[in-house]
């Protein structure tokens, strides 16, 4: 019963690479294990905000809380995640014009 409402959470070693180039602007982040997440579960990377100049890269390594969504938030994420989707179909192909 607790499962449905409550979020479990750990905390977890983790990579960050990020990338500010002409090729690419990323920042991406991988758990230590095999760590799946799923809809309405979060991450929190702890640490200083990673800030870099144009046209570097760097990879480092940090700590994460992982919070594991409950039940209901997976699903109302899901049902969310519907609507969200289906509003950028109705504005992506929108014969409209623009003024």
């Known amino acids: 019963m607790t499962r449905l409402f409550t979020r479990e959470s750990w ?8 990338e ?4 690419a ?3 991406h ?3 230590d294990g095999d760590v799946a997440i799923g809809p309405g579960d979060q991450v929190r ?4 905000p990673v800030r870099i100049p144009f046209g570097e890269s760097i990879t480092l390594r940090r ?4 919070s594991r969504a409950g039940l209901v938030a997976q699903w109302w994420t ?3 995640a519907q609507f969200d989707l289906t509003e950028l179909y109705e504005i992506t192909f929108s014969s ?4």
């Open 11 to 18: 905390e977890t070693g983790c990579t960050i690479a990020v």
């Open 20 to 23: 500010h180039t002409a090729e």
């Open 25 to 27: 602007l990323h920042a």
């Open 29 to 31: 982040v991988e758990l």
């Open 45 to 48: 990377v702890h640490g200083a």
């Open 63 to 66: 700590r994460a809380t992982v």
């Open 78 to 80: 899901r049902l969310r």
């Open 96 to 99: 409209e014009k623009v003024r």
